[in-house]
Structures are given as C-alpha cells and as structure tokens.
C-alpha cells in the first residue's frame, strides 16, 4: 500500500545527515535529536519536538557540533545527554555531549562534552547506550574490537574497563545492545552477524554469509531479533535457532539499510532504504508458527503484509526512529536533511 504526502516536515537541517534518533529519556513529548554531515561546513544537532495538540515539529535547540556526524544515540536516562562518533583529523573519534539547561533560548548556549572514548585505534563505528534504563556501562565498536566502559557523567568520566577483539573477522560496521540482556551484544561485519558476551568479552554465536547492514532487537519479546541485509531485504531471528530465519519480509528496491522493532507494538517494523522510501511491516512471530523451516528443511519464504509505503522523499533514507512517548508515531530522515513525522494508527486496527 502506497502513500502520499501525509507527514510532518521540519525543513531545519541546512545540511546532508544520516543521524536521527529519538530521545526516550523525555517523558513529556515526541522529542527527536538529529546530527548533520556536512564536509565544509560547521555540523549542527537539532533538538526537535512535535508541539502538543499540533501538527507542528519545531526546533526546541540548535547546537554546533565541530565534525560530521555519523553515529548519534541519545541517552536513555537522561535526555540531555547523547554520544556521536565523528570525523577527528584524518580519524573518528566519539563523545558524549550534554545539552545546556538554557537551550531553548534562540542563541542556544555550546554543548558540553563530558568526555571522549579516546582507546580507539582503528576507525570507530558506533556507541551504544544500554536501551531500558540507567546503567553505568556504555559500548563503543571499532573496525576491530568492542569495548565496554564504565561511565560517570557527574564526573565527567570514562574507564575502559575491557576489551573484545574480532580477530579473524571482517572488519565490524556496527551493532545493538539486548534490552532483556544487558550481557549481550551483536555485531555486524559485512558478511556475518556476531554475538557477544560481555563478562567474557568472547563471541558466543553468529549468522553467517549475511550481507547485514542493521540489527535490531524486538523490545517485547525475548530472543527476537530482525536484520536488514542490503539487497535481501529483512529477516526475523529466534537466537536460540539461528539455522535459518523465523521470516523474511521482502525489503526495498534497493539496499535496505535500517530496520526497527516498535517500542509498544512487537509486531510492528519499520525499514528504510536507499531507495527513498520507508516500509511499515506487520510481521507475526509467536507460538502459533510452524518453525524456522519448512518439512524439507529449507528456510521457509514467507512475505509478511506490507501496510505501508512511504514515499515523500527525494533522497536515501539512513535515519528512522519511533518516539517513544507516542509509539505510533516515527521519524525518518533522507540524506538530503528531511526529517518526516509520520503516524501508524490508520494501520493499528490491522493488527
């Protein structure tokens, strides 16, 4: 099912980007952070909100940030905090930021960085914040390694505290945190998808020959995980029968590139692709399936219902995220720094 142009549009980001992420720790609205990628000029966050009772995103903070951006995750116990991973020198380096109390004002005030995850040697690909709740670890993923820290934002502190390696494995392009398992990490590398163990800082299982470019798990139901693998579209994931995929839902066009469980509602995904375009899926995974395979034991192919089709972009789409505060609703943002609020309760009753 295809539709027209139904969103919300904040026209603020003068710049490329590829970050957005939704700033869970905010309680009180529909709240996003959205970071730029611009090569020659000063980057910037923007802190937006969707006005109560109103179909209106507005910029509630504009910050400037010295580098472009290429990862950013809010944090989720504290909203004005957030990390990015950046270009530094001919490197990446990554922080975490605090956003000042004043930034409402028009001339906001400059960010504050806490602190740096300055260990790295080889190219950093992302930070992750563990997603259900305060917790004092953070995980930083190079080219060749994962790393777990011990954090202190009051003190403006960071400890490496251990360290992973991939030894043999293609380099490492990314990753997500098991919420019902702080312990557990997977990562992607361009053919496989590892999981790790972070008291033993060892690889426990993985996927492999899976083109995979984002993983995400399901916030509601153990176990469950979804991979977008480039051109292959999506696959759903039991961890504890990783022989084949519980589903595979057709995917984009083109590459797709990010994948996201529904923070309230575990049947509900969303991708996104480099064919400007972002899919609403229903995708039923529960004790009333037959199993990750068919009788001759081949994987079985079975196209879950597409119940939407977004396509008021002009531009490959890197970012999605839903808010939290209102699972309905998600933002998605195009390479060419269009950021779209749209709303999934027209298609809730087909659940």
């Known amino acids: 099912m295809q539709g027209g142009s139904s969103g919300i549009v904040y026209g603020g980001l003068k710049y490329q980007a590829r970050c957005i992420t939704d700033v869970r720790a905010d309680a009180g609205s529909t709240t996003f952070l959205a970071g730029t990628l611009s090569l020659k000029e000063e980057n910037e966050v923007h802190l937006i909100r969707l006005l109560p009772g109103e179909n209106e995103l507005v910029c509630d903070g504009l910050f400037y940030h010295p580098n472009e951006i290429w990862d950013l995750k809010s944090c989720p116990f504290d909203h004005r905090l957030f990390s990015t991973v950046y270009t530094s020198g001919e490197g990446y380096g990554a922080s975490v930021w605090k956003i000042p109390e004043l930034y409402g004002q028009s001339n906001s005030p400059q960010l504050e960085q806490l602190?740096?995850?300055?260990?790295?040697?080889?190219?950093?690909?992302?930070?992750?914040?563990?997603?259900?709740?305060?917790?004092?670890?953070?995980?930083?993923?190079?080219?060749?390694?994962?790393?777990?820290?011990?954090?202190?934002?009051?003190?403006?502190?960071?400890?490496?505290?251990?360290?992973?390696?991939?030894?043999?494995?293609?380099?490492?392009?990314?990753?997500?945190?098991?919420?019902?398992?702080?312990?557990?990490?997977?990562?992607?590398?361009?053919?496989?998808?590892?999981?790790?163990?972070?008291?033993?800082?060892?690889?426990?299982?993985?996927?492999?020959?899976?083109?995979?470019?984002?993983?995400?798990?399901?916030?509601?139901?153990?176990?469950?995980?979804?991979?977008?693998?480039?051109?292959?579209?999506?696959?759903?994931?039991?961890?504890?029968?990783?022989?084949?995929?519980?589903?595979?839902?057709?995917?984009?066009?083109?590459?797709?590139?990010?994948?996201?469980?529904?923070p309230e509602y575990d049947e509900l995904i969303l991708s996104a692709g480099t064919d400007s375009a972002v899919n609403l899926w229903l995708a039923k995974v529960g004790t009333d399936d037959?199993?990750?395979?068919?009788?001759?034991?081949?994987?079985?192919?079975?196209?879950?219902?597409?119940?939407?089709?977004?396509?008021?972009?002009?531009?490959?789409?890197?970012?999605?995220?839903?808010?939290?505060?209102?699972?309905?609703l998600f933002a998605s943002l195009s390479y060419d720094g269009r950021v779209v609020l749209e709303s999934v309760k027209p298609h809730l009753q087909r659940k």
């Open 115 to 262: 602190f740096t995850l300055d260990d790295h040697t080889d190219k950093i690909r992302c930070v992750l914040w563990w997603p259900l709740g305060k917790h004092d670890k953070l995980i930083s993923i190079n080219d060749r390694n994962i790393f777990l820290w011990n954090i202190d934002p009051s003190n403006k502190s960071a400890k490496m505290i251990s360290q992973g390696s991939a030894d043999m494995l293609p380099n490492l392009r990314g990753g997500a945190w098991d919420p019902h398992n702080h312990n557990a990490v997977a990562t992607i590398t361009d053919s496989s998808l590892h999981f790790w163990d972070l008291r033993s800082m060892k690889r426990s299982n993985a996927i492999e020959h899976a083109h995979i470019r984002d993983v995400d798990y399901n916030p509601k139901k153990q176990n469950i995980i979804a991979t977008a693998e480039g051109e292959f579209g999506i696959r759903l994931w039991d961890l504890r029968m990783l022989k084949h995929p519980l589903k595979d839902l057709p995917g984009h066009s083109h590459w797709t590139w990010a994948v996201r469980h529904n």
């Open 290 to 328: 037959s199993g990750p395979e068919s009788p001759s034991g081949s994987p079985t192919r079975q196209e879950e219902p597409l119940l939407h089709l977004y396509t008021d972009y002009e531009d490959s789409i890197y970012g999605i995220a839903w808010s939290s505060h209102d699972p309905s």
